[in-house]
């Protein structure tokens, strides 16, 4: 098992920042991608970013965060963030960790790539 730990949610302006991290525990070395997916009232939760966990390749966005938010990881702490920069209203919800093992013919933008999510975080933001 995987365990995730988001935290760095919180209330923000628009226009502003927020860096969310996840710690990940236990077995790891199973973990092929890593990803931030969010969910706002009433709607699916829906695919934000995504990476490889450990080999080179380049980074996933959903169009809508593109430009605005960056994934980036630290595997000697075993550490995913999300950089969201420019933040607008519609950026609100709870942001949700998830690791995955590989999956043969599975986007990693599909939930279906996905073994393990974390517990979730609010992100709010105000106008």
């Known amino acids: 098992q995987v365990q995730l730990v988001e935290s760095g949610g919180g209330l923000v302006q628009t226009g502003g920042s927020l860096r969310l991290s996840c710690a990940a525990s236990?077995?790891?070395?199973?973990?092929?991608?890593m990803g931030w997916f969010r969910q706002a009232p009433g709607k699916e939760r829906e695919f934000v970013a995504g990476m490889r966990w450990s080999v080179y390749g380049t980074p996933t966005y959903a169009d809508s965060v593109k430009g605005r938010f960056t994934i980036s990881r630290d595997n000697a702490k075993n550490m995913v963030y999300l950089q969201m920069n420019a933040l607008k209203h519609e950026d609100k919800g709870v942001y949700y960790c998830a690791a995955g093992a590989y999956k043969t013919w599975v986007e990693e933008t599909s939930r279906a790539a996905y073994d393990h999510w974390g517990q979730g975080n609010q992100v709010t933001v105000s106008s």
């Open positions: 236990g077995r790891t070395f199973g973990v092929y991608v």
